[in-house]
């Protein structure tokens, strides 16, 4: 068998991989909405859903590669694979290409001010507590580490824990001096960007929720806290976060 880089086998190539691409990619954001969403029914269990979610979002990845690997050898246009990842550079369908290449090209979200992240954004519905959910969140993060550096062993559960008394306490101030002293603290310690990530998560909530911040620390638990929780957090349904 021959391969031709110069037929239309390649460009046939290309184009299934990219539809197969859209479509694995379209069915894995809707997994997500569903798995964020907590579905679940006697003849589809959740783990159902987080398990195919993963495997066709690697799956999409795969025919990511192989769209970029068959576009770049196909002879009939030049596109480098620099092209792939550098928006705007190549000279065949620019605008087009080059949005593709902003989906995948980190320097050009962090130039933007973004960064890839999880891969999934949830809408909070307004009647959710939003420092409730990352408090969860971040008391997850703070039971995740391998226990041997200063950050995780000794910073990310008195976080957590300072997070969880603002939530589903009220602070009283003491919840926010706690915070603003540990943050610090933990950042750029670990031997790992682990602690960062949950810093990181901390300050943004702080940012985001800075309303609500001012509402717990001044007047207690929001009435959101009493709500089921909405993010799917391993091993939230056995803890007990005592609001008040
Ligand atoms: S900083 Fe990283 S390597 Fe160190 S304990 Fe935490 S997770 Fe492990």
Known sequence: MTVSFSGPGLWYATRAAGLVTLLLLTLSALLGVL????????????????????????LALVFVA???????????????????FIPFISSYKRGWLGLGAIALAQPTLRAAGGAMGAGIVIALPVTSCGLAETARVVRYLAE?????????????????DALADLAYQGGRGRA????????????G?????????????VRSA??????????????GACYGVRRDPLLPVPGDEEREWGWK
Not at 40 to 52: C, D, I, Q
Not at 144 to 160: D, I, K, R, S, Y
Not at 190 to 198: E, F, K, Q, S, V
């Open 66 to 84: 192989l769209h970029i690997a068959t576009t770049v050898l196909d002879s009939y246009t030049s596109i480098q694979v620099s092209a792939a």
């Open 176 to 187: 926010l001096d706690q915070i603003s002293r540990l943050l610090p603290v933990i950042e």
């Open 144 to 160: 995740e580490t391998a226990g041997q550096c200063g950050p995780c062993v000794m910073g990310l559960p008195a976080l957590a």
């Open 189 to 201: 310690r670990g031997a790992c960007r682990h602690p960062d990530g949950a810093t990181k998560l």
């Open 206 to 219: 702080l940012r985001t929720f800075s309303a609500e911040v001012q509402w717990h620390d001044q007047r």
């Open 35 to 58: 798995t964020a969403g907590r579905f679940a029914s006697p003849t589809w269990p959740r783990f159902l859903t987080v398990g195919l979610h993963r495997n066709l979002s690697l």
